[in-house]
Nanobody, 115 residues
Framework: VQLQASGGGLVQAGGSLRLSCRAPRAIFSTYMTYDMGWYRQAPGKQRELVASITKDYDTNYADSVKGRFTVSRDNAKKMLYLQMNNLKPEDTAVYYC???????WGQGTQVTVSS
């Protein structure tokens, strides 16, 4: 497994979750060259970009999560994070981490937000 996402769960609206994505097979010197991202796919909808962070720590967010979600990375630990605050029912989806180059995807973690 190249990417392992975790941290999903069931939370009430207004709550918080922190997703993690580890890259157990990567070596530090390679991981730091990756651009990383979080995507999500809700039932019946296309997969969409939630947030991304480049190897230079430039970040980008979907308009729907700006001000609520924060993407970060720890190259030394080969970890990618997504801090999600003030969650809404429309954030319910399976969340995936992805890396470039290589277009490598993690297995997904379910986030469910109840109203």
């Amino acid at each position: 497994v190249q990417l392992q996402a975790s941290g999903g769960g069931l939370v009430q609206a207004g709550g918080s979750l922190r997703l993690s994505c580890r890259a157990p097979r990567a070596i530090f010197s390679t991981y730091m060259t990756y651009d990383m991202g979080w995507y999500r796919q809700a039932p019946g909808k296309q997969r969409e970009l939630v947030a991304s962070i480049t190897k230079d720590y430039d970040t980008n967010y979907a308009d729907s999560v700006k001000g609520r979600f924060t993407v970060s990375r720890d190259n030394a630990k080969k970890m990618l994070y997504l801090q999600m605050n003030n969650l809404k029912p429309e954030d319910t989806a399976v969340y995936y981490c992805r890396r470039d180059p290589g277009n490598v995807w993690g297995q997904g973690t379910q986030v469910t937000v109840s109203s």
